[in-house]
């Protein structure tokens, strides 16, 4: 049968503005939440994290959200760059499962010039 | 600080053959984690290694393995390859001094299988 890809979800920004990528969890458990930045060509790069603890978490130019309640985070990119333009990746641990990442299906970010 | 290094960066092989994936943590990390992407199912664990034990593992089938050895060195073998197994095959290490920390990818091992 035909093989069906991932249809990843797509965000286009200007150059300049403020981008929001967003992502659903899975599971109620987890309690480390990590977003991770793919270039074509290369291994995920962190970006930055956040504990189940926290709702709110600010980095260089980067923040990220995370709602409980409805199993919901977001990562918020100021002043975006072209050199921001890549997949971005959510990932979930659960309680008790050491380093073993379920990762979101990816947004695609492309910065306009 | 070197990063993650995984080799080869390509590799090609036919199906029914066996192939051995190499990666090479940071140093100093003691864990290791395969993963394996693909346009289809995206990012999906394999397994972790820690002090050369195996200490989780993803759902996949037994031709699936790896190793890790007393340098913190891992390999993966996937054995009797089917056209499926074609994918991106990612390794990340970690310190693994506590239970949630920051993994690092490498580059990837990119296999095609014809």
């Known amino acids: 049968g035909e093989s069906v890809g991932l249809h990843l979800p797509t965000l286009s920004v200007q150059e300049g503005d403020n981008s929001i990528i967003n992502c659903a969890y899975s599971?109620?458990?987890?309690?480390?939440f990590i977003w991770y930045k793919q270039e074509s060509g290369k291994g995920p790069q962190f970006i930055i994290d956040i504990r189940s603890n926290m709702d709110k978490r600010q980095g260089q130019r980067v923040t990220v959200l995370l709602n409980k309640t409805v199993k919901h985070l977001s990562l918020q990119i100021a002043a975006t760059q072209p050199g921001d333009s890549a997949v971005y990746f959510c990932a979930e641990i659960p309680r008790g499962s050491a380093r073993q990442l379920t990762f979101g299906s990816g947004t695609q970010l492309t910065v306009l010039p | 600080k070197a990063g993650v290094t995984q080799t080869p960066r390509y590799l090609i092989k036919t199906r029914g053959q066996q192939v051995t994936l190499s990666c090479s943590p940071i140093s100093g990390h003691r864990s290791v984690s395969w993963y394996q992407q693909t346009p289809g199912q995206g990012l999906q664990f394999l397994f972790e290694y820690f002090s050369e034990t195996q200490r989780n593992k993803g759902n996949f089938p037994g031709r699936f393995s790896g190793r890790q050895f007393s340098n913190s060195r891992s390999e993966m073998n996937v054995s009797t390859l089917e056209l499926g197994d074609s994918a991106l095959y990612l390794c990340a290490s970690s310190l693994a001094t506590s239970t949630n920390e920051k993994l690092f990818f490498g580059s990837g091992t990119q296999l095609s299988v014809l």
């Open positions: 599971n109620s458990a987890s309690d480390y």
